[in-house]
């Protein structure tokens, strides 16, 4: 697709949102069997599945930490998750992403209660619309607190840009690819940043701007991920115990 001749018309987007707008959301928590916590989430065009796996042991034995457990994140973009067919592997960006979203999730779990164990994070992109690291930590983290990995909250992630000079909440896959910034930014509910990058050009005051706009954003996915993760335990509830 060509560049748009303008993304913003009388401040409402192509999409039909408003500029501070999140696109739609979705989270489903629980859905692989073999997990240990798992999470399945769209936002936007976004679709993403998140599995954790342990604390487990550690191997190869030598990589153990005696006094913390270590975390390990795999992002991974299918073949088939983009228009153009994507090259099966690992690839610099995906290692990229995966060490900025370790991370970005590390400081807020309790690493120093499993000793000599491995906390194994791995999130699929099935299909991509700009903005899967952020999507990726957002079902990730709601995976943890599923597989029950004491964490001192969670962590909620989400982009702001700038499209014809105007900022813009949570970009879609055109302003993603012809705007003229792209922020991620990853947040806990106390406002603590662990992820912030930046790619393109902004003024300092669009900065401070821009990353308000994004903490508003990630304080509104957290209220989806929370009330994702009450609704799956207050059904297991409800429903009786499986064990």
Do not use: W
Not at 86 to 115: C, H, M, N, W
Not at 213 to 242: F, H, R, V
């Amino acid at each position: 697709m060509s560049k748009p001749e303008k993304f913003i018309e009388d401040g409402i987007r192509l999409d039909g949102r408003k500029i501070d707008e999140l696109r739609p959301i979705k989270f489903e928590v629980g859905i692989l069997n073999r997990a240990d916590g798992s999470c399945y989430l769209e936002m936007g065009g976004n679709k993403v599945v998140a599995a954790v796996y342990g604390p487990r042991e550690v191997h190869p034995r030598h990589m153990q930490k005696s006094t913390t457990a270590i975390v390990r994140y795999k992002y991974n973009m299918a073949s088939f998750s983009v228009e153009d067919r994507k090259r099966p592997g690992p690839d610099r960006r995906s290692t990229e992403v995966s060490k900025v979203s370790r991370q970005a999730l590390e400081p807020v779990i309790f690493v120093e209660k499993y000793p000599r164990s491995v906390i194994d994070i791995f999130v699929e992109v099935l299909q991509a619309d700009a903005g899967t690291r952020a999507a990726g930590i957002n079902a990730a983290s709601v995976a943890l607190a599923d597989a029950g990995i004491p964490m001192k909250c969670l962590v909620s992630a989400c982009a702001v840009g700038k499209v014809d000079d105007t900022l813009v909440l949570d970009l879609n896959k055109d302003e993603d690819n012809y705007g003229q910034a792209d922020v991620p930014v990853a947040v806990t509910p106390g406002g603590n940043i662990t992820l912030l990058q930046m790619d393109g050009h902004l003024t300092s005051d669009e900065f401070k701007t821009g990353l308000e706009m994004a903490k508003k954003g990630c304080a509104d996915i957290y209220k989806l991920q929370k009330a994702a993760l009450m609704a799956k335990y207050s059904d297991d509830t409800e429903g009786g115990s499986n064990e």
